[in-house]
């Protein structure tokens, strides 16, 4: 996991730079697109590996109940 965070720290400093140099627009777009599907990715496997870990400890299942109910909010 922390591979691949440290991958899109060094997407958005790439992001940083091309916005800098006043790269091309589109170049600019697809690797923010490229970024956010990374970050996708990472969210997923992060909330695949909680609920694994809630499903095993039902002291836990309301708390990961509360974080999908916030992730749904904020997706809708």
Known sequence: MNSRL???E???RGLQKMYE???DCIEIVQQVIAVRQAL???GKD???SE???CSRD???Q???DKILKSLFDLTS
């Open 6 to 8: 440290n991958r899109i």
């Open 10 to 12: 060094g997407q958005v």
């Open 21 to 23: 140099e006043k790269r």
């Open 40 to 42: 996708g990715r990472v």
């Open 46 to 48: 992060m909330l695949t």
């Open 51 to 53: 609920a694994a870990c």
């Open 58 to 60: 039902k002291n836990r």
């Open 62 to 64: 309301e708390d990961f």
